[in-house]
């Protein structure tokens, strides 16, 4: 009981809040852009290098996100990813290294097609990192060639130095 404007008031109802790191840049997928335009090469390594540490991270917890997309990786102030949306992941007990599903869940698109076997293994987060790499770097959805992802990547230098650009030192 507290007093509350003169009155006693007894409060029995608990809520429970969750508190989440503000993300002001928005999803990966808001930046996916072809690769001629948008963000830069070394920002692009960047964001896929920290998807990769963070997606490692969470299997060596024994956890599958199941549902790996560029809508799903939220960027902060600086641009570093954060794997997002863990409404479908599962948790693997020790030893355990994979699980059936009951109903198939993810993203078509960014879904492994042994997902249709209703296997759940760490291997479903890999093909759609794949997925996510590939779109990352090329602007585009669905399958690129390696030749293609090189083509793009070399048109994006010869851009670079046909524009009179300067190679700027990094430390």
Not at 22 to 44: C, H, M, Q
Request: with cysteine; net charge neutral; glycine share 8%.
């Amino acid at each position: 009981m507290l007093d509350f404007g003169g009155r006693f008031v007894m409060a029995d109802v608990r809520e429970r809040l969750l508190c989440f790191e503000f993300v002001p840049n928005g999803t990966l997928k808001d930046y996916i852009t072809d690769a001629s335009s948008g963000l830069e090469w070394r920002k692009r390594y960047q964001i896929i290098k920290g998807i990769c540490e963070g997606l490692h991270y969470l299997h060596e917890m024994c956890i599958v996100h199941l549902d790996l997309k560029p809508s799903n990786i939220l960027l902060d102030d600086d641009m570093v990813p954060k794997i997002a949306d863990f409404g479908i992941s599962r948790f693997f007990d020790q030893g355990q290294s994979w699980v059936t599903a009951t109903k198939l869940s993810g993203t078509p698109g960014y879904l492994a097609p042994e997902a249709y076997t209703r296997k759940i293994t760490f291997k479903l987060d890999m093909y759609s990192l794949g997925v996510i790499i590939i779109e990352t770097l090329t602007g585009q959805k669905g399958y690129s060639s390696v030749e293609n992802v090189r083509m793009i990547h070399f048109n994006q230098i010869m851009n670079f130095f046909n524009t009179g650009s300067k190679i700027r030192a990094h430390p």
